[in-house]
């Protein structure tokens, strides 16, 4: 977001601190708002600023605000900077299949099976640890464990993925995705034969009370979400989808399916059955179309990559039945 003429430039002192008087002709604000707009030129994004007011790194006249909070003209605003983490994800020479790349973004397919970033039980062998070592810098607004991630796709999808080089991609491309204008297609083998040639799902989503790790079509402590779905190819007891997110919930599209009974091939949680039987080790979910506008051309750019080759076999084994 450009700074209106009305906005001060804003620097950090020695101590990593911001500070301001808040002008009369702002009153009246939102914090979360007045902060972001008052430091566009650091590129700091709306949902972090509500993370520093969450923890109490801002003020207002001294003490701690909600991030609904409104500002009145002659309050003191400051924002402390929180100290960066000492790294904890460390470098490894694991091969990327690099689809494009500049100084601001790196944009991969990951293979099926390939972790996004450090979490328990996988502290190494994932994309950060990969792109670690490919690359010098990459953007820490995410922290220590998720340098440079903007947005995942599970271990067991195939795809792309961008990653954020500095803060102020990391910024554009995270908001892109708020304002849902990110380009993602995915191709999707499912079971059952799909009657409409292409559909909705529009169904919130949240965690499961009998396990948090799952997720599942609820309204309660839910999120919006929407699927758009459109039939490739029809089969004898299967239907090959394209699917298109509006949103991007955790598990979407697996979610979605299941809740309209057409489950993923090979998906281990929500499928219910194995894709060995096709010659398939894992879900049939690939991400195969990223586009966005780039954070600092305002190009807009879209990528394509073919489906893996044993989800590619797995379809030729279906047409020849």
């Not at 906005?7 to 002008?23: A, R, T, Y």
């Not at 707009?37 to 509500?50: C, D, I, K, M, P």
């Amino acid at each position: 977001m450009a700074m209106e003429n009305n906005l001060k430039s804003i620097n950090p002192s020695e101590d990593n601190q911001f500070e301001w008087q808040v002008d009369k002709e702002r009153s009246g604000e939102r914090i979360d708002k007045h902060i972001t707009e008052t430091l566009a030129e650091h590129s700091f994004s709306r949902s972090q600023v509500q993370d520093w007011i969450r923890t109490g790194a801002v003020t207002v006249n001294g003490k701690s605000v909600k991030a609904n909070a409104k500002v009145s003209a002659g309050e003191q605003i400051q924002v402390t900077l929180p100290e960066p983490e000492p790294l904890e994800a460390f470098p490894e020479n694991i091969p990327l299949d690099v689809v494009y790349e500049d100084s601001d973004v790196i944009v991969i397919n990951k293979p099926r099976g390939m972790v996004v970033h450090p979490a328990a039980g996988h502290p190494s062998g994932t994309v950060v640890n990969a792109l670690l070592h490919h690359c010098k810098d990459l953007s820490g607004i995410n922290g220590v464990m998720r340098p440079g991630i903007v947005h995942r796709i599970d271990k067991d999808t195939s795809g792309l993925l961008m990653v954020a080089k500095n803060d102020l991609a990391h910024a554009s491309l995270a908001e892109q995705l708020k304002e849902h204008s990110v380009t993602r297609k995915y191709f999707a083998l499912v079971y059952g034969v799909m009657q409409h040639d292409k559909g909705t799902v529009d169904a919130p989503i949240g965690r499961a009370n009998h396990d948090r790790k799952l997720y599942v079509v609820t309204d309660k402590n839910s999120k919006h979400a929407i699927t758009h779905f459109a039939v490739a190819e029809r089969f004898d007891e299967y239907t090959l989808l394209e699917l298109k997110l509006e949103t991007g919930r955790t598990h979407q599209i697996r979610v979605h399916m299941k809740y309209i009974g057409f489950p993923l091939v090979g998906d281990p949680v929500y499928g219910g059955k194995s894709g060995r039987t096709l010659g398939m080790d894992g879900q049939a979910l690939h991400a195969g179309v990223l586009g966005f506008n780039h954070p600092r051309s305002g190009e807009y750019l879209e990528f394509e990559v073919p489906i893996p080759d044993d989800m590619e076999e797995a379809l030729n084994i279906l047409r020849t039945r």
